[in-house]
């Protein structure tokens, strides 16, 4: 490659000084496949001299051909293809031909058609159908649905094809004839068995833009074949291949061949994509661009006009010169920063786009909840400017169970939450008599009383003095008021039994001195007791 650039540098210093009048122009093709500009056949890279003038060119990058004009005047030019942007611009072809200018096709609004009449595929015997294609054998084209639904099945005369839509299974066999000017045809399907039927493979075509116009071996269904859209198409020894063209006003046209993989087919073209798969331009530098978050929508300006929009990181080729760099994304705020590209050079750009604060609004069924997200706190309704990211939304009320979501908030973007708190479950308690002591998860009260408490299983301790200790469970829901009463009972008073006490025997000694004194106290009192009954007596006795 660096003895390329010499001998186009050398080219160039020769065009100039010795051949001064009607000197080709040097033009290097910058990429690794063959080169065919009129006559001239070479394999690129190489430098080509030609003349002033529009030339027609051909690049052929693996098993893609690439058509347009390119415009040679007097200043060298390189021609460089993107051959990572060709091979995700196009899938499913084999091969596949490009051409840049585009060809002129009939748009969906240019067709416009009312739906072609039953009988349905899923209704009954027979098909809906339309002549054409007529190449490589004359064909019928099956409309599986009406109405834009897009689903097709190409019938070649002659051919049995077995096709299931929907459901549905049916056997289809047309013989076709060209009569003068018009076509004939005979058969159709059913659901009667033919043997040795085809099964076609399930295309889908799919393009960008959408609505691009679709040929089949040359030819389009008028007011139908429009992207994106599903062909099933029939293959055999004979018909071992099918050409799929689609082009849009405006864009490139692509053309390209379809053979059968033995499963589903999948084609698919970004038109807007291939407009930058080829670049011309006169000796340049390079402008690399990256940003911070990436994929960030870039736009280039070469003074007030707009010469590039793609998205971050890119590597682009461009004349010397000074440039305006606008980058942006959803989100972010916008940079917008000015670079020169100098010639046979390169300079690099990182941006950095900083993100938009969201926007999070949060109400509460009932209102004037305590609102807390991460450390900042309000009282519902409210709104909090927040970066972006993922947070825990937290609601809390005196009387109500808290409640909490999360809520992932992008950047530049407003969220609204609404978070509705349950009463929590109250306790009511009662007792007879009244002004006891209730103990409940380390709570009290005294009766009569009431306690908010979370819902579930508790244990209720009840006390008053004189009364028995009582301890009950209860169940609390969310929501509801759960009433106890009690009847408290007395505590019973037990008076203990007196301990006897053991007398001891005395002996003989002891048993004498003792005796007397016993006796005394076993007369005295009835003794006293009848004198001073007698003395009463008496005395009543002598009153007159």
């Known amino acids: 490659m660096a003895t390329l650039r010499r001998l186009f540098l050398l080219s160039i210093l020769f065009s100039v000084l010795f051949v001064p009048f009607a000197s080709p122009t040097p033009v290097l093709f910058e990429f690794s496949g063959r080169v065919r500009v009129g006559d001239l056949n070479a394999t690129a890279p190489t430098v080509l001299n030609l003349s002033a003038g529009r030339w027609p060119v051909e690049l052929s990058v693996r098993n893609v051909t690439i058509i347009f004009n390119l415009s040679v ?323 809390s009320l005196r009387g109500y169970l808290p409640n909490s979501t999360l809520v992932p908030l992008s950047p530049g973007t407003s969220r609204n939450v609404s978070l509705n708190l349950v009463k929590m479950p109250v306790l009511v308690v009662a007792t007879s008599p009244a002004g006891a002591t209730v103990e409940v998860d380390g709570r009290e009260c005294v009766t009569p009383c009431n306690l908010s408490i979370m819902p579930g299983n508790h244990s209720l301790t009840v006390e008053k003095e004189g009364y028995e200790r009582t301890f009950i469970m209860v169940t609390l829901r969310e929501g509801e008021i759960t009433s106890v009463n009690l009847s408290l009972r007395k505590t019973s008073v037990e008076i203990p039994a007196k301990t006897p006490v053991e007398t001891p025997t005395p002996t003989s000694r002891e048993s004498r001195g003792e005796e007397p004194r016993a006796l005394w106290h076993r007369w005295a009192l009835p003794a006293a007791l009848a004198l001073l009954v007698f003395v009463i007596f008496a005395g009543v006795r002598r009153r007159p």
């Open 73 to 395: 005047g007097d200043a060298p030019l390189v021609v460089e293809v993107n051959g990572s942007l060709l091979n995700e611009s196009l899938g499913g072809f084999s091969t596949a031909t490009v051409f840049l200018g585009g060809r002129e096709v009939p748009t969906p609004e240019s067709e416009k058609s009312p739906c072609m009449s039953a009988p349905n595929w899923t209704s009954g015997e027979g098909e809906t159908s339309a002549m054409g294609p007529s190449k490589p054998v004359p064909m019928e084209t099956v409309l599986f649905a009406s109405c834009r639904v897009r689903d097709y099945l190409l019938l070649p005369s002659g051919l049995p094809v077995v096709a299931e839509y929907a459901g549905v299974k049916k056997y289809c066999l047309v013989t076709i004839s060209a009569d003068g000017g018009g076509w004939s045809s005979y058969g159709g399907c059913s659901r009667e068995y033919i043997e040795n039927a085809v099964t076609p493979v399930p295309g889908r075509i799919t393009s960008k833009p959408a609505n691009a116009t679709v040929y089949v071996n040359g030819f389009h269904l008028f007011g139908e074949w429009f992207t994106p859209m599903r062909l099933y198409l029939p293959f055999t020894s004979e018909l071992s291949s099918y050409n799929v063209s689609l082009g849009a006003n405006g864009y490139p046209f692509v053309s390209g061949v379809v053979v059968s993989a033995g499963r589903n087919v999948t084609l698919y073209a970004d038109l807007s994509a291939l407009l930058r798969a080829v670049s011309v331009h006169p000796e340049a530098g390079t402008l690399k661009v990256s940003t911070t978050p990436p994929n960030a929508s870039l736009v280039i300006f070469a003074g007030n006009r707009k010469v590039f929009s793609g998205r971050s990181p890119l590597r682009l080729v461009l004349p010397a010169g000074a440039y305006t760099v606008s980058a942006s994304l959803a989100g972010y705020g916008g940079v917008v920063k000015n670079v020169t590209v100098p010639a046979n050079g390169s300079v690099s750009l990182n941006l950095t786009l900083s993100p938009l604060p969201a926007e999070l609004n949060v109400a509460t069924v009932p209102l004037g909840a305590e609102v807390r997200v991460g450390n900042r706190t309000c009282t519902s309704p409210c709104s909090l400017n927040l970066t972006a990211g993922v947070y825990n939304v937290s609601a």
